[in-house]
């Protein structure tokens, strides 16, 4: 079974701290995304990578960076949390070698509070 | 940017009743997706359909992709109260060889006992 585990369940910071959230996968996935969500507005991506070294920005980056130097870890960094930065944060990878469909696996998600 | 609309935002049955869940989406796609979410979970995928396929089943899951209207539905036949969660779609556009997926906002399923 793939597995996708993030560093923190629950994390409490700052206003000003830097913070970094780690993500890593056991299946060897090509691709790994970073998403929050926030109460009625679903799912909004921030970054993704599709291999080691590489990204994209979503549809949010602003505030955020990422870090891709091996292919099961993908960081998000916070370079300096604000209080509009508390969210839910999911980590998800994904293979076009699947099933083609680009299928996302999903870690548990950590929660953060910004104060 | 999302690209699916899951209707209705929150639905509310009896278990052993069915729940039926649509996503709209405005693009051409190459497949579309549901996933279920559990309270402060991760997401979970459930059923993958192509573009090209009409419909799909997978235990009690039901789903069906009609392209000419841009829209799916997820059935979910007999609820139990274990099927209380979030529904999200997601789909994969066409042209995109990135993986990327676009999702809606989700239907907030409660199943009573």
């Not at chain 1, 590489?54 to 130097?69: A, F, Q, T």
């Not at chain 1, 508390?86 to 293979?95: K, P």
């Not at chain 2, 929150?10 to 309270?39: D, F, H, P, V």
């Amino acid at each position: 079974d793939v597995k996708v585990t993030q560093s923190s369940r629950y994390l409490v910071k700052r206003t000003g701290e830097k913070v970094f959230l780690e993500c890593v996968q056991d299946m060897d996935h090509e691709n790994m995304f970073w998403y929050r969500q926030d109460p009625g507005l679903g799912l909004r991506l921030i970054y993704f990578s599709y291999d080691v070294k590489m990204k994209e920005k979503g549809d949010i980056p602003e505030g955020y960076s990422v870090s891709r130097e091996k292919k099961e870890r993908f960081s998000l960094i916070l370079e300096s949390a604000s209080t509009n930065q508390t969210s839910m944060y999911l980590c998800a990878s994904s293979s076009p070698q699947l099933t083609g469909g680009h299928e996302q696996f999903f870690g548990p998600g950590t929660r953060l509070t910004v104060l | 940017s999302q690209q699916g609309e899951e209707d209705p935002q929150a639905l509310s049955i009896q278990e052993g009743e069915n729940a039926t869940m649509n996503c709209s989406y405005k693009t051409s796609i190459n497949n579309l997706q549901w996933y279920r979410q559990n309270s402060g979970r991760g997401l979970v995928h459930l059923i993958l359909i192509r573009s090209n396929e009409r419909e799909k089943h997978s235990g009690r899951l039901r789903v069906t992709l009609d392209t000419s209207k841009k829209s799916s539905s997820l059935l979910i036949t007999a609820s139990r109260a274990a099927d209380t969660a979030s529904y999200f779609c997601a789909t994969g556009r066409r042209g995109s060889t990135l993986g990327r997926l676009y999702f809606g906002r989700g239907t907030q399923l409660t199943v009573w006992p």
